[in-house]
């Protein structure tokens, strides 16, 4: 009896893997069998020659990967990138970035989105977790284009009730969405820009909705120190005492977090991830980064991001996720410390969990969602390859992703966008970039004074 046919088989390709005790693995001659936008099973390539599929991709001599996740980033603003260079922390948001943000319309996030979901879907990045405002735009883009999203309406405490509010109302009415493909978070800002009333009261709105939070905190040493000196504890205690750790958080950044903070997030009675984007520490000259090996000491996943591209002037999770290995080997003293195997677990199962889908997303197996991307390891810099890990690691590169698919749909195939129209994207953005980028009102969203 012929079985019945696959929407998708994936082909001849070598599949990451993870086995039960979440070693990386590779299986070699493998083809993957979609059905229902799900992972049905890995079969080996002669097993899949009798399997009929509605489509069928052909990796021959490709490494297929589960998606990259970029665990924390603020998609719009691809809108802003290269306006605020070279400048300490407090100068990028009071002179530019905030004077600018106040200019924002929904159109400008609109099309900010979509350039960062082409520049994320050609990386081979398939979810990202975003947190920005007027995101009805952003969440109408992913629905459009077809990337998965965990989304956050920011708020800031000077905004009044009315913020959080909106906060809330946006969660609630987006949360699966897109056919499930968006799933949805409270988005505080930080403990700098949202006081402990917000953010107590914030904690509450998480626990009787059953929503998840999202926000900033020890983004750097400063932010530590000056909490301290103004209110005798750190960010990461703030969360304690406000109920924060009592949920399921999402901290972006965390490279002010002390030896101090681990116990409390070791015992924190949520679910509690940090995303880490090295590449803006290094430009802005932080003196510290993310303290990966101390977090996966205590369990707490930390899933690799980019933070966004008027930070970090890309959305590579790539780059993000060699930067995120040689960084740590560098600031511990060894060498043996995070390998190349340990950082592709941080990019795919430890990302997943960041962002509370590591049961849904994160490897390619049985009853997974179909988040893949194919990888072409042909080209000299990848050449010759001893150590698979290693390769992918440190010498690939984004542009080395070739399809990129989600929930089992083509997105991007051989190097070509099928969802998004990039060159309209960026007509349009020009013509409406001088009045975003007007400064000469005076006004900014915020003052950044920590």
Avoid at 164 to 169: M, T
Avoid at 238 to 258: C, E, K, S
Avoid at 268 to 281: D, E, H, K, L
Wanted: charged share 20%; glycine share 8%; aromatic share 4%.
């Amino acid at each position: 009896m012929t079985p019945p046919a696959a929407d998708l088989v994936i082909t001849r390709c070598t599949v990451l893997t993870h086995d039960d005790q979440e070693t990386i693995g590779f299986a070699e001659d493998a083809s993957i069998l979609v059905r229902n936008g799900i992972v049905e099973a890995v079969v080996s390539g002669a097993e899949a020659g009798g399997v009929p599929a509605r489509e069928r991709i052909d990796a021959h001599g490709q490494i297929a990967l589960p998606g990259l996740i970029n665990c924390h980033t603020h998609a719009p603003m691809a809108a802003l990138r290269g306006v605020a260079e070279d400048l300490p922390t407090d100068a990028w948001f009071n002179d530019v970035v905030w004077p600018v943000e106040s200019n924002l319309t929904a159109r400008d996030v609109e099309l900010g989105a979509r350039l960062a979901c082409a520049e994320m879907i050609r990386a081979g990045v398939t979810c990202f977790a975003d947190h920005y405002f007027a995101m009805d735009a952003v969440a109408a883009v992913v629905e459009e284009c077809g990337i998965r999203a965990h989304l956050g309406e920011a708020f800031l405490s000077s905004q009044g009730p009315a913020g959080r509010e909106r906060s809330l109302e946006f969660a609630l009415e987006h949360r699966g969405r897109a056919g499930g493909r968006i799933t949805t978070t409270l988005a505080p800002h930080a403990p700098y820009t949202v006081d402990d009333a917000d953010l107590a009261a914030t904690a509450r709105l998480a626990h009787e909705h059953g929503l998840p939070v999202h926000l900033h905190a020890a983004e750097n040493r400063d932010q530590t120190t000056t909490s301290l000196q103004r209110h005798g504890v750190t960010p990461i205690e703030v969360l304690r005492r406000t109920g924060l750790l009592g949920t399921d958080v999402l901290i972006a950044h965390g490279t002010g977090i002390l030896d101090d903070d681990l116990p409390a997030l070791r015992d924190a009675g949520g679910r509690v991830a940090v995303a880490t984007a090295p590449r803006g520490y290094l430009k802005f000259g932080w003196p510290t980064t993310t303290p990966v090996r101390a977090l996966r000491e205590i369990g707490v996943p930390v899933g690799l991001a980019t933070d966004g591209a008027a930070s970090n002037n890309s959305l590579d999770v790539w780059e993000s996720m060699a930067l995120t290995a040689l960084v740590q080997k560098s600031t511990t003293g060894d060498p043996r410390w995070l390998t190349a195997r340990q950082a592709l677990h941080h990019a795919t199962l430890q990302s997943a969990r960041a962002v509370g889908l590591g049961d849904t997303i994160g490897s390619i197996a049985p009853g997974r969602r179909a988040d893949i991307v194919l990888v072409d390891l042909s080209g000299p810099h990848t050449q010759p390859v001893h150590d698979l890990a290693a390769t992918l690691v440190h010498s690939a590169r984004s542009s080395d992703v070739r399809t990129t698919i989600v929930d089992g749909r083509v997105l991007m195939r051989d190097r070509e966008l099928l969802t998004l129209d990039v060159p309209s994207v960026v007509r349009e953005l020009g013509e409406r970039l001088p009045a975003l980028l007007d400064r000469g009102h005076g006004r900014r969203i915020q003052e950044y004074d920590t």
